[in-house]
């Protein structure tokens, strides 16, 4: 374009809920580019949302927009049109001539004039809509995420043209042979000339720029190759190099009557068997997922600056890869990852079954991915595409549109959506990568799932260790295939999750075992969920407010627990961390995984309120992991060290395999490890070992790190601590080493039955003022939870009411332990304030007991976090004063828990506290309270 006249600022508005037509008269003002709910039009609502985040002006309906402008005498001899980034449907009128309508919810609106605008002023109308949409819109829509707004977002301008000009202009890299193939349109003229000039503007240590060239244009399809020569600089996450290439566009004269400005990276970006690759290098995606949830403004930012803090927050926890669920973001985001050098993987809005027939909302979907990528092909930073979340139906006539899509643009990879098929997974001829959670069954690629999609995951039913891979589930033996793989004969009908209900569909039969050719990213994996941070609740500024989690604090605070919301958030967070590492570093040590993407890096404000994110829904961090912690195990080159056991007896031998997985820009030619054995506040042994030459393929087995345990008296928390040495590669793991049974044994002498029901003997005991450990049976107990050392998956509200639609076990939807770790009772067991791997055999074993009814003071020594809807006050293990007698409860079964080293030893101490004067409890509780709880 020659000029451009921006139309931001004030405009007057007109709200029409009704849908009677353009106003008679304009009642009101406010700025765009922006949503009539964060500039508080229309009425407050009272609404108080308790599965989302509320919008307190959300409107849905009609809005109008007015205002003048004025052209100048220059550019009205030009050709105008008029330019809307980011809006909702749309119409336009123009000095009260309507020019159109347009629909588009991901790129830009675009009317033509079809003559020049007259000097002077005009007038601009825009209506709209944001109901009614020819599709459901997925997450662009969605009160989940972003909420249904109604405005303009982005950039609002009119843009003058000469009669000659380009269009579509679209730049093809060729990273092997460093030219750039320019294709466009030519309008308005049937010849002319193009200059062509490249600057690179990243900052490098080689500067580079393209003289000027010329091409002599004879037709209307412009296709110009350009050679960069061999000192190209190429784009990539380590370095994304940009070029600003010009193209202006010459008349006869040599006049300048169109021009075009457009950053491009030179890249490739493909599918190199089981791996992606950057440049020929392979790489390994580290990606989360992104709804566009913007909780001050409830709409995602159109201005580079502001994505680039987001995605540069993301880069800081290890991240190099977005994909957008059922969304597609503004141009300003792919031009944020450009400079930054994050793999971008839009997706189609649309979350639902692909008919057999071609309808009305599929034709408008597969427009609307040709409209993604004309607009943002061009970005270095698009490498992926898929065609939806969670798709069924149709698969020919998936295959159909990727085809399409890669003959259209060959600069992606495409895949047929994300996790279709669910339990039913397949393959298709034209995709370039698979995403999805499993392959069959039981060949899992992440680990957890919800209990409706169960088996669970490794995290979520595993006695820890970091032996997991997800190898010979991507690509399993012949005897796994054979043991795994379903042979049903005929179709069968099957529930699926569907969104966030429930649906029965028609699965094809398997006959033969599911084994990829292709990269394979597993999809959102992680969705540990935590209890909620109420100080957050202050920074919700704007329109969107967190009702939600306002609701959650009053519920705690009638429970009688508000003061405990410290503990139970820090204390739910610092488990959903563990499993964050283990699922994380399982995916790293998985040689046959291309990828990940992680649900979520951030919080999710919406579908029942899903709080599983390290940062907070602002993509602020919570205070619980600093980025350089996180990327010990989440970064482009990670330690790690396979441990079948974290538990030890002293004196026993430990062993590890140590291995590296290295996607650096410098990969390290050899490896020199150091390890440290450490206490809080001791090191207790430290070595290295022997200097290993590193693997090409990016995973090294460095070798076997072996040594003894030290001798101890008393459980004892360590730290293997590793590091490369001579860089700041590091990584640690917990490790608990516990004094010889026989030592303790031979010490202690222990007077404290374990009682497995309560009965009249033990109230009898209890009366006659003697001290009782209680061990009830748990499968009789009828008040409460059964015990699950893994935080909840995503949220209990929205799993619950799934598992119940599809006649399935319900979650078990706690949150981790609260523990008073300096309590007596844990004396002899080395504790956290919450969960940690020696907890797990005995949390595993057990439930908890729902106390709401005892008394306010009562708080117990070991508390399980309840969810936010259920919000019971939970004890693992609790005691108290009854009659003139002491009692301490776990409802746990003895017998597996003293199976297990960490489990004995826990036994051990427990019954030691008991039967010491240190067992002295300070809230009494009647008997028939005990009785309702037993009962």
Known sequence: MLERLELKGLWQVQ?????????????????????????????????RKVNALTDEYAFEGLVWFRRTFEVTKGQSILKPRLFLERTRKTTVWIDGVRLGSCNSLTTPHIYELAAPLGEGEHELIICVDNTDYPTKGGHLTSADTQTNWNGITGLIEL???????????????????????????????SGGKLRIAAQATTESEREHRIAPIEALLR???????????????????????????????LDDADRVVDRVEQRIGIRGFHADGSKFTINGRKTFLRGKHDGLIFPRTGYAPTTTAEWLEVLQTAKDYGINHYRFHTCCPPQAAFAAADLLGIYMEPELPFWGTIADELTEEQQYLIEEGYRMLRHFGNHPSFVMFSLGNELWGNKARLNEILAAYKSYDPRHLYTQGSNNFQFQPDILEQEDFYCGVRFAEQRLIRGSYAMCDAPLGHVQTDRPSTMKDYDQA??????????????????????????????????EAVTTPLVPHLPVVSHEI?????????????????????????????????????????????????????????????????????????????????????????????????????????????????????????????????????????????????VKIGWQLCTQTATIAAGTLEEQAASPTAYTAIGQLCFNMPSVTEMTSMKLKLNIEGTSICNEYSLWVYPQQEQEQERDRIDAP??????????????????????????????????????????????????ASMNKPEPVGTLGLSIQKEHPALAHFASESYSTYPWWEIVMNSSSLIIDDLPYELIPIVQTIDNVERNHKLALMLECKVKQGKLLVLAADPQPIASSLEGRHFMNGLQRYVASDQFAPDVEVELEQLNDIFA
């Open 526 to 670: 992680g969705q540990y969920a935590m209890y909620p941070n109420f100080a957050e609740i202050a920074k919700y500024t704007g329109s969107i407010k967190a009702r939600n989690l306002e609701v959650f604090r009053e519920r705690l605070k009638e429970k009688g627990m508000l003061e405990l919301a410290p503990h139970f958030f820090e204390r739910s967070g610092q488990l959903a961390i563990a499993c964050y590492k283990e699922e994380l570093e399982a995916a790293f040590r998985s040689k046959e995984l291309a990828g990940f993407q992680l649900l979520d890096l951030q919080d999710f404000p919406g579908q029942g309120t899903a709080l599983v994110g390290v940062l907070d829904a602002f993509m602020e961090s919570k205070g619980l992991i600093e980025p350089q912690q996180w990327q010990q195990f989440c970064s482009d080159i990670v330690l790690l060290a396979r441990i079948e056991t974290f538990h030890y007896a002293a004196g026993s031998p430990f062993k590890a395999s140590i291995e590296l997985v290295d996607y650096s820009a410098q990969p390290l030619a050899s």
């Open 159 to 189: 843009q003058f043209f000469a009669q000659a000009r380009l269009e579509n202009v679209q730049f093809y890299p060729d990273y092997k042979r460093k030219v750039v193939r320019i294709c466009a349109e030519l309008l308005g003229a």
């Open 754 to 803: 374990i009682y497995r029901e309560w009965n009249e003997e033990v109230i009898s005991l209890l009366e006659a003022g003697h001290a009782v450990l209680l061990m009830p049976d748990r499968k009789r107990l009828k008040h409460a939870i059964e015990g699950q050392y893994c935080t909840d998956f995503w949220n209990y509200p929205m799993f619950r009411s799934i598992s």
């Open 474 to 507: 991507i690509k399993p033996t012949a005897a796994v295939r054979t043991a795994d793989e379903a042979t049903e004969a005929d179709e069968q009908l099957i529930q699926i999750q569907y969104g966030t209900e429930a649906r029965t569909v028609k699965a």
């Open 15 to 47: 709200l029409d809920e009704q849908k009677k037509g353009m106003p008679l008269a304009f009642g009101d003002t406010m700025v765009l580019p922006g949503t009539t709910s964060y500039a508080k039009k229309g009425a407050k609502h009272d609404e």
């Open 219 to 249: 037709h209307a399809n412009i296709d110009v190759e350009v050679a960069f020569g061999e000192d190209a600089l190429l784009w990539s996450e380590h370095a994304p190099n940009l070029y600003q290439v010009s193209l202006e566009l």
